[in-house]
């Protein structure tokens, strides 16, 4: 039952209303962007050597053996049995318990840089970072299917519920950014099977709510309601804002509850952010030569212009960005699909991470490329155009700035492109060593739920992959 307010006690606290929510809002903004809490953990175990993450998110699985993992072995085997010795009792997806035929490489590789990484041809702009980029092609990962293997990847557990590692993040170094969120997300689509992604990907799962993720739509407004209805002027709004605000602060001084802080919080976030967020989007300020760059057409919802405005955002101090392109799930016609898709994402990949380095950004933004699993080195659909099924035991990523050692290639898989043979890295190894290059040290990140010091690597021994570090 509501607690009752009598009218004098009302008025009286009317009075200082709006000083009393302006106070509040101010202690609760110093909470959310960097003093200790008990709700802001401020973690800092050694010196950073990344301020924030981009994540380039290629959902549906991209195939590591058109991308970044050449097989020799597996092109001389094309259209002959995939030997059993290698898949007998692994769990594959759609293709368990039928004939597995090899399906060699279905473009060429070379080398690049003077490092010599050897990259498919599907992806030339990405070739030209081969000296800042760091491939990893010894990943594993535990889930087989696309929603609970981003579950996984995103938050160390295919239990869904658990706060992603854009929140954890949030929660443990808070936000750059008054006028924006910490944490944002960005969608496109286009050149195969489109997965859906659910918004529990970037949910605070049992962390306090304001460290969630905020989706911001490709086209249109890129939030609902940024701008005012007609005739609402923004003094008007604020004058809302300020008597709501106060009827909150009033509720948090007798029940204490954090998420009515949070909620003060965000209203105040809210109202900065229709001004800051026309201004994000609106890409006038930038040259044609850069729009050219990335591929860019402003407004049309691409991943080119996803990734410039991630550089935009990153500019404003939003401490974890993260892009998904859906378009990668090429259960058949593996070739085209690959190409296709490819052309959507790299010359964008590749002036992203060129554009940071151009304004010094790089040395301290941290980029990661890839998806939620890798595809079989088994063909799956028609012979006269083969795809890939889902594949757990070995892909490929890659990362370069934010204290990435450049030009390095880490692990390996097996001749087939099977199994990680040479230094597996786990998810919960790649959460470890982007952790370390935030300055975290990922054992002693804890948050206490229901009794247990929970922590985004789990409870599985995660190691940092100290080779792939500047």
Same mark, same amino acid.
Request: charged share 20%; hydrophobic share 35%; aromatic share 6%.
């Given at each position: 039952?509501?607690?009752?307010?009598?009218?004098?006690?009302?008025?009286?606290?009317?009075?200082?209303?709006?000083?009393?929510?302006?106070?509040?809002?101010?202690?609760?903004?110093?909470?959310?962007?960097?003093? @200790?809490? !008990?709700?802001?953990?401020?973690?800092?175990?050694?010196?950073?050597?990344?301020?924030?993450?981009?994540?380039?998110?290629?959902?549906?699985?991209?195939?590591?053996?058109?991308?970044?993992?050449?097989?020799?072995?597996?092109?001389?085997?094309?259209?002959?049995?995939?030997?059993?010795?290698?898949?007998?009792?692994?769990?594959? @997806?759609?293709?368990?318990?039928?004939? =597995?035929?090899? =399906?060699?490489?279905?473009?060429?590789?070379?080398?690049?840089?003077?490092?010599?990484?050897?990259?498919?041809?599907?992806?030339?702009?990405?070739?030209? =970072?081969?000296?800042?980029?760091?491939?990893?092609? !010894?990943?594993?990962?535990?889930?087989?299917?696309?929603?609970?293997?981003?579950?996984?990847?995103?938050?160390?557990?295919?239990?869904?519920?658990?706060?992603?590692?854009?929140?954890?993040?949030?929660?443990?170094?808070?936000?750059?950014?008054?006028?924006?969120?910490?944490?944002?997300?960005?969608?496109?689509?286009?050149?195969?099977?489109?997965?859906?992604?659910?918004?529990?990907?970037?949910?605070?799962?049992?962390?306090?709510?304001?460290?969630?993720?905020?989706?911001?739509?490709?086209?249109?407004?890129?939030?609902?309601?940024?701008?005012?209805?007609?005739?609402?002027?923004?003094?008007?709004?604020?004058?809302?804002?300020?008597?709501?605000?106060?009827?909150?602060?009033?509720?948090?001084?007798?029940?204490?509850?954090?998420?009515?802080?949070?909620?003060?919080?965000?209203?105040?976030?809210?109202?900065?952010?229709?001004? !800051?967020?026309?201004?994000?989007?609106?890409?006038?300020?930038?040259?044609?030569? #850069?729009?050219?760059?990335?591929?860019?057409?402003?407004?049309?919802?691409?991943?080119?212009?996803?990734?410039?405005?991630?550089?935009?955002?990153?500019?404003?101090?939003?401490?974890?960005?993260?892009?998904?392109?859906?378009?990668?799930?090429?259960?058949?016609?593996?070739?085209?699909?690959?190409?296709?898709?490819?052309?959507?994402?790299?010359?964008?990949?590749?002036?992203?991470?060129?554009?940071?380095?151009?304004?010094?950004?790089?040395?301290?933004?941290?980029?990661?490329?890839?998806?939620?699993?890798?595809?079989?080195?088994?063909?799956?659909?028609?012979?006269?155009?083969?795809?890939?099924?889902?594949?757990?035991?070995?892909?490929?990523?890659?990362?370069?700035?934010?204290?990435?050692?450049?030009?390095? #290639?880490?692990?390996?898989?097996?001749?087939?492109?099977?199994? @990680?043979?040479?230094?597996?890295?786990?998810?919960?190894?790649?959460?470890? #060593?982007?952790?370390?290059?935030?300055?975290?040290?990922?054992?002693?990140?804890?948050?206490?739920?229901?009794?247990?010091?929970?922590?985004?690597?789990?409870?599985?021994?995660?190691?940092?992959?100290?080779?792939?570090?500047?």
């Amino acid at each position: 039952m509501p607690d009752p307010i009598q009218r004098r006690t009302f008025l009286r606290s009317g009075t200082v209303g709006i000083g009393a929510a302006a106070l509040a809002s101010q202690l609760i903004r110093d909470r959310a962007w960097g003093s @200790a809490s !008990s709700e802001q953990a401020t973690v800092s175990h050694h010196p950073a050597k990344a301020k924030r993450v981009i994540f380039l998110c290629m959902a549906g699985g991209p195939s590591h053996l058109e991308t970044l993992d050449y097989k020799s072995k597996l092109a001389e085997m094309d259209g002959k049995p995939m030997p059993a010795s290698i898949t007998a009792g692994q769990p594959i @997806a759609q293709l368990q318990g039928k004939a =597995l035929t090899c =399906l060699g490489p279905q473009t060429t590789f070379a080398k690049h840089g003077q490092s010599g990484q050897e990259i498919a041809a599907t992806l030339p702009h990405i070739a030209k =970072l081969a000296d800042d980029i760091a491939i990893v092609r !010894s990943m594993t990962t535990e889930q087989i299917n696309h929603d609970p293997a981003h579950t996984f990847m995103n938050c160390g557990s295919q239990i869904s519920g658990r706060p992603c590692m854009g929140s954890w993040i949030q929660y443990g170094l808070g936000s750059e950014s008054e006028n924006l969120p910490g944490f944002v997300v960005l969608t496109s689509v286009g050149g195969g099977q489109s997965q859906p992604i659910a918004s529990r990907q970037w949910h605070s799962g049992f962390l306090p709510s304001r460290f969630q993720g905020v989706h911001f739509h490709s086209k249109g407004d890129p939030v609902l309601y940024v701008g005012n209805p007609p005739g609402v002027q923004r003094t008007d709004q604020r004058s809302v804002i300020d008597a709501v605000n106060a009827l909150n602060q009033q509720r948090f001084q007798i029940a204490e509850n954090p998420e009515i802080a949070t909620t003060i919080s965000q209203y105040e976030l809210a109202f900065r952010m229709q001004a !800051s967020v026309p201004e994000l989007v609106d890409l006038s300020s930038e040259s044609q030569s #850069t729009l050219d760059r990335y591929g860019a057409t402003p407004g049309d919802g691409s991943f080119a212009s996803n990734c410039l405005l991630a550089r935009r955002l990153a500019q404003r101090g939003v401490r974890f960005i993260q892009l998904y392109h859906r378009g990668w799930d090429h259960h058949g016609g593996v070739k085209k699909g690959v190409e296709v898709t490819s052309k959507l994402v790299d010359q964008a990949s590749w002036a992203l991470v060129d554009d940071l380095k151009r304004r010094g950004m790089l040395d301290d933004t941290l980029v990661v490329w890839g998806g939620e699993f890798g595809r079989t080195p088994m063909s799956q659909g028609s012979k006269t155009n083969p795809g890939r099924d889902h594949h757990i035991k070995g892909f490929s990523l890659w990362m370069a700035g934010g204290g990435i050692r450049g030009g390095v #290639t880490h692990g390996s898989t097996d001749d087939f492109g099977y199994n @990680a043979v040479e230094n597996p890295v786990s998810v919960h190894d790649f959460h470890a #060593t982007m952790l370390h290059l935030l300055g975290i040290q990922h054992e002693q990140f804890t948050y206490r739920h229901q009794g247990l010091d929970m922590k985004l690597t789990g409870v599985e021994p995660a190691q940092v992959v100290t080779p792939i570090l500047a």
